[in-house]
């Protein structure tokens, strides 16, 4: 099939790709021109694990190529998908701005029957407002259809998740243009649902919120283990061997950041205010997690007293593992809040380094947890990449000024690290020492 993908963000490059190894003809196109240079000189313009390999053997292939001519891709395809960013307005309603134009552009360039897929996260009542936007700029009669067809794949792990979705939504009012999408996706052989344009939006949001839910859930809980001398970590676990609850998201601590969650949740709450329902479930999810960092820090004054002329050193950026993707990372919150307290910050991340150092240089940056420990007052596990994992905790203790370890996304067994000689803090896990816990 040949497909236009428009935005090569993480959504459209990865889109893009994996339709081009399963045998489509597919031309990206995004306006920035370096990101298309990049892409046709075969270098990934986001870091993301195999995209990399995927891009340079389509584009050797000749099933890939970058453009900034969207006209051009619209005219030499049959279906064209919508990736391009939804970034939060103040209100924190979704700016369609971008959506708007691809949709004029593609109304403009009509040469045929068209399908338009909407993958760009957007709501309710969007896919209408594409039809109605390329219907006023289309210049030939053609037919076309509007569909709407979900991503749910995760930074880090987005070429997985594309080629291995729990499910398929396909959001269509036509079922001309559903058949047609089926078949695109049909050799992933995943499940399917076949739904009205509406319900896919909806089902896209619903989903996303449910799982930030899952998180600021888990953290109230935290808050509460911590005053009563309970373990957070067991209390999730326990829950999730319910089947009905489930153990994923349901890790406590410093809560979720990223370019989904905390927007999603923000503008699912205006779509339940615009029809006039109650937003305050989803506004709450949004608090909770808002007072994740400062809480971190205020366990960190805690124990050091006044921070000015102390050293906290910082253990991952990026706003969650195998990505250096820093929007709304709780590195930059925890970051701010130890700088205006006074604290020195030092800080290493495998790749997040460079995008904080343009928002704060003064902090400064290590070449690994080792440097990052040397003469600390603090070290604070904010991001749980898997180096972190394994570190030589008597080297790290005996680096450090003070070994305080704040963990806050409770990746080490607290009773190891107080036996280690440190001062241990994870979120929602108090500090007794009973040796028989675990699951036998
Ligand atoms: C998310 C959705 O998972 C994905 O389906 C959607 O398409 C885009 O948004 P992503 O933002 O890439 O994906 O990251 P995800 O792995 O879901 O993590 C989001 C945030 O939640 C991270 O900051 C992570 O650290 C945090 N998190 C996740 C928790 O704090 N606790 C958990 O138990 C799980």
Redesign the pocket.
Known sequence: MKIAVAGAGYVGLVTAVVFADLGNEVICVDVDPAKVDAINKGKSPIYEPGVDELLQRNLEEGRLCATTDLVYATRESEVIFICVGTPPTETGEPDLRHVDEVAATIGRALNGYKIIVNKSTVPVGTGDRVRRIIEQHRVEPHEFDVVSNP??????SAVH?TLNPDRIVIGADNPRAAMKIVELYAPLERPMLITNLATAEIIKYA??TF??L??SF?NAIADLCERVGADVVQVAKAMGYDQRIGH??????????????PK?VQAFAHTMQRYGLDPSLFQQILAINEARPAQFVARIRERLGDLQGKVVGILGLS??PN?DDIREA?SLEVIRLLLQAGATVKAYDPVAMPRVRAIYPEVIYCRNAYEVAEGADALALV?EWNEFRQLNFERIRDLMRQPNLFDG?NLYDPQRMRKLGFYYYGVGRSADSNEFRGVL
């Open positions: 991503e749910f794949l995760r930074e880090g998740d989903s996303n799982l930030a899952k998180i888990i994923a998201f349901l890790q406590a601590g410093l809560g979720f950041g990223g370019s989904c969650f999603d706003f969650k990505t709780r991001t996304r």
